[in-house]
């Protein structure tokens, strides 16, 4: 069973940073894609940031480029994300999500899911 379990989410002021962990278990950690997606309140789930183990190949949204970073620890199977220069607007439902080997920022192409996590970014 393909588990994902997000962690590090919180309250930060605007300009923090936070790192976001993504623990994965049930499947074979080297061949899968992990895409981190939020959801803000009243708004769409988006693309954040992906990594794909088996390339490895890195994407991110133009909003989040040079102040995320994705990177992958394939010995703990866990995917992190880096987020530096927090802004008001990054405050969000985080996930990370898994995908069979191609990276992609899109929703539709993930098919299992984490719970989710909260990041508040106060101004």
């Known amino acids: 069973e393909v588990q994902l379990v997000e962690s590090g989410g919180g309250l930060v002021q605007a300009g923090g940073s936070l790192r976001l962990s993504c623990a994965a278990s049930?499947?074979?950690?080297?061949?899968?894609?992990i895409g981190w997606f939020r959801q803000a309140p009243g708004k769409e789930r988006e693309g954040v940031s992906c990594?794909?183990?088996?390339?490895?190949?890195?994407y991110y949204a133009d909003s989040v480029k040079g102040r995320f970073t994705i990177f992958s620890d394939n010995v703990k199977n866990t995917v992190y994300l880096q987020m530096n220069s927090l802004k008001p607007e990054d405050t969000a439902v985080y996930y990370c999500?898994?995908?069979?080997?191609?990276?992609?920022?899109?929703?539709?192409?993930?098919?299992?899911w984490g719970q989710g996590t909260q990041v508040t970014v106060s101004s």
């Open positions: 999500a898994a995908r069979y080997y191609s990276g992609s920022l899109e929703e539709a192409d993930f098919g299992s």
């Open positions: 049930g499947f074979t950690f080297d061949d899968y894609a």
């Open positions: 990594i794909s183990n088996s390339d490895p190949s890195t």
